[in-house]
């Protein structure tokens, strides 16, 4: 495994961004790979011990080789970034779909198409995966939520989005996800990651939905990772 820090001159946010790309112990220039776009990059490599994960997982057959970039987030900035009402919502989106993206496709050999490309996200990080995806369905064909902090008001965008282009979800939510403290005061997650299943389930997508025993904290996220992966990738 190699984890390489890229510093990115955004043009969108006016800011320059950390991107901490991950490559397979056999990477090669002469294969292409499938990308996943980790939101809380940061949080995924500490609290997810993703990279050593991905390498095992790899080294052990149940997914095939792939490339990971890991999207850190300031979390003054999270709100803004990863909310669709938040200020900086879609200049973060379209610097993930046309600057991170393109950026990673020329320096690195992928998949060139939009099955290639997968979004993963947890709580806030999940609805900016989502609304990113249906943003731009040609650029990322896959999205992976965990514990997605969607509420009635979002899931009414989802359900008027039109989606042109088939596209998978992988939805997790814990039972005991009935009460999550949020910046938007307590949220019902569990109730509203069931409708969005059903908003989703009308739509022109491949849904996976899963559900665990658990509330809304990285030790089952981390534990999830795994399923998340195979059912992706496997």
Request: proline share 4%.
């Amino acid at each position: 495994m190699a984890l390489e820090e890229i510093v990115l001159d955004s043009r969108l946010l006016g800011t320059p961004e950390k991107l901490i790309v991950y490559t397979p112990k056999r990477y090669s220039p002469l294969y292409s790979y499938p990308v996943l776009y980790v939101q809380d990059g940061d949080d995924y490599l500490a609290m997810g011990r993703m990279a050593t994960l991905l390498d095992q997982m790899i080294a052990d057959k149940e997914i095939p080789d792939l490339l990971a970039v890991f999207l850190p987030v300031d979390k003054a900035k999270r709100f803004d970034r990863y909310h669709p009402d938040g200020k900086e919502h879609f200049a973060y989106s379209r610097f993930l779909a046309d600057e991170v993206v393109s950026f990673i496709d020329s320096h690195y050999s992928t998949h060139p198409l939009g099955n290639g490309r997968t979004l993963l996200g947890e709580s806030l990080g999940g609805v900016v995966s989502l609304f990113t995806a249906l943003a731009y369905p040609h650029t990322f064909g896959q999205v992976a939520s965990q514990s997605g902090a969607v509420d009635e008001q979002l899931n009414r965008r989802i359900a008027q989005a039109d989606l042109t282009v088939s596209q998978t979800f992988y939805l997790e939510i814990g039972t005991e996800e009935t009460a999550v403290n949020s910046s938007r005061g307590v949220l019902n997650l569990y109730a509203a990651n069931e409708e969005l299943r059903a908003i989703l389930q009308t739509k022109k997508a491949t849904l996976y939905y899963e559900t665990f025993e658990g509330d809304h904290t990285w030790g089952h996220w981390q534990k999830n990772l795994p399923r998340m992966l195979r059912t992706l990738y496997g």
